[in-house]
């Protein structure tokens, strides 16, 4: 029982950051798989958003070394920052890409429309055509 109360007070007694929930192996851990993560969605897209993001991802390791008032208000203006401009060129980014589906999709109608118009052409050829070849003209 003596064990117990010890352990229990141990613990009770022993200081744990009220800002990194994770401990420094899992955090790291977290933050290599979401930078991987937001470089493939880069390299694939290539948005800047998605850097900005990783960053303010991989900025929360600070909190791992340094738990001061100063560097926990740092970190978090860091942090509004990283993300609104994230919410910037993701908006930028969206525009753009909306401007490119609308450009496809003209495209596409206009080609679907050229395909008609052939189409409906050689139709009316081949009708003539037969026309002609029926035609006691001689």
Same mark, same amino acid.
Not at 1 to 10: Q, R, S
């Given at each position: 029982? *003596?064990?117990?109360?010890?352990?229990? +007070?141990?613990q009770a007694t022993t200081v744990k950051?009220?800002?990194t929930p994770l401990s420094l192996g899992p955090h790291l851990v977290f933050c290599f798989i979401a930078t991987l993560v937001y470089l493939a969605l880069y390299y694939r897209r290539g948005s800047l958003h998605y850097l900005l993001i990783m960053f303010a991802v991989d900025a929360t390791i600070i909190t791992q070394y340094?738990?001061?008032t100063a560097a926990i208000?740092? =970190?978090?203006? +860091?942090?509004?920052? =990283?993300l609104g401009a994230a919410v910037y060129f993701y908006i930028i980014f969206a525009k753009k890409e909306? !401007?490119?589906a609308k450009q496809k999709e003209a495209a596409r109608k206009e080609a679907e429309e050229k395909a008609k118009a052939a189409?409906? !052409?050689e139709k009316d050829r081949e009708d003539r055509m037969v *026309?002609? !070849?029926?035609?006691d003209n001689e």
């Open positions: 029982m *003596d064990f117990m109360i010890n352990t229990l +007070a141990e950051s009220v800002y340094w738990t001061t208000v740092g =970190l978090g203006v +860091a942090e509004i920052l =990283l909306r !401007a490119k189409k409906s !052409a *026309d002609n !070849a029926f035609d």
